[in-house]
């Protein structure tokens, strides 16, 4: 069951300015005027949290007007935001890992599903059972998909291991650009991507070192272009390696007029927090114990969801606010 909760004080992390606490503990998924972290440039504020499901090893989450998606693990959950009842969806295949989900303002869920055979959008009845199913070419293996612009956008590897970034435009595949394996991965890193919505445009994060990010624009015709990267001494001093082995780099996620993306140690609670502009052209970062990091953004990118996990994993949604460098 997921259940609405407020967030207890005693388990916050070393290294986060805490301003105020208060919580109602009555209402499902209850707005509650909480603490508020403070970063370089930008304030994270706590709008409310969410304990999550024992039903779903969370991987991904989004949003909508009256429910709360989470999946992972090949299972799409639904939470109805007013009654905190649970809807398990209904998927046709044992071998499907739900890449990503949205609701559409009528209540339907659409999913892309990647199976052992190619990959299909799957769209949910209120009934939660499929109802609607397109299968994408079967020669593309994807690995990651985002909802963006009024589309749906996906990663896939080619023969070489490069990124093959591509949308689906309801009837095709049209061609986004390749990254380039080469460029910006250690040689022994395979090549996967994380993709996350930025207005109507695609940030494209790169799990391994050095982290690199992309932004597509949705508008133009043009390759995914290159975001700023943490200078390799300032990230080699933050992670304490000169390779970063033991570290991945979570999703960038937009987040009002800026960019926030997260880079866990594996072996601990250590967290890089790196923030940009909007445009990806200033970059900043500092190093946190906490284990916090952002899923995506909603209402018009305003608020962000994170997934931290203390005693209990729990989706934590925040109010942005962005202050310009200076």
Not at 54 to 81: E, I, K, M, P
Not at 124 to 134: K, L, P, R, S, Y
Not at 271 to 282: A, E, H, I, N
Not at 288 to 312: E, I, K
Request: charge should be neutral.
């Amino acid at each position: 069951m997921l259940r609405s909760r407020s967030w207890s004080t005693p388990h916050l992390a070393v290294g986060l300015l805490l301003l105020a606490s208060c919580a109602d503990q009555n209402p499902p998924l209850a707005k509650y005027v909480a603490q508020s972290m403070i970063f370089p440039e930008l304030t994270l504020h706590q709008t409310a949290s969410h304990r999550t499901s024992d039903s779903v090893t969370t991987q991904g989450a989004y949003r909508g007007t009256t429910s709360l998606l989470l999946w992972g693990q090949g299972r799409l959950l639904a939470v109805n935001l007013a009654t905190s009842k649970e809807r398990l969806l209904d998927i046709p295949w044992a071998t499907a890992v739900v890449l990503a989900a949205i609701e559409h303002s009528t209540g339907e869920i659409e999913a892309v599903v990647a199976v052992r055979d190619g990959a299909r959008i799957v769209t949910f009845g209120t009934d939660a059972h499929a109802q609607n199913i397109v299968r994408l070419p079967a020669r593309y293996q994807f690995e990651a998909a985002t909802y963006a612009g009024g589309r749906w956008w996906l990663n896939s590897p080619d023969s070489l291991g490069n990124l093959w970034m591509s949308e689906w435009n309801g009837e095709r595949l049209l061609d986004r650009g390749t990254i380039d394996r080469k460029i910006v991965l250690n040689p022994l890193s395979p090549a996967m991507a994380h993709l996350s919505p930025h207005g109507g445009d695609v940030l494209v994060t790169m799990l391994h070192h050095p982290f690199a990010t992309f932004l597509i624009d949705s508008a133009a015709q043009s390759t995914p272009r290159r975001l700023a990267d943490l200078d390799s001494i300032a990230l080699a001093q933050l992670t304490e390696s000169s390779v970063a082995a033991n570290w991945i780099s979570l999703r960038a996620v937009s987040a009002g007029e800026g960019i926030v993306q997260v880079l866990a140690d594996l072996n601990s609670d250590r967290r890089v927090l790196v923030t940009r502009d909007s445009s990806g052209k200033r970059i900043r970062a500092k190093l946190l114990t906490a284990p916090l990091g952002f899923l995506t953004s909603v209402d018009a990118h305003r608020t962000v969801l994170a997934l931290r996990a203390t005693t209990a994993p729990e989706i934590v949604e925040y109010a942005v606010t962005w202050r310009a460098p200076h």
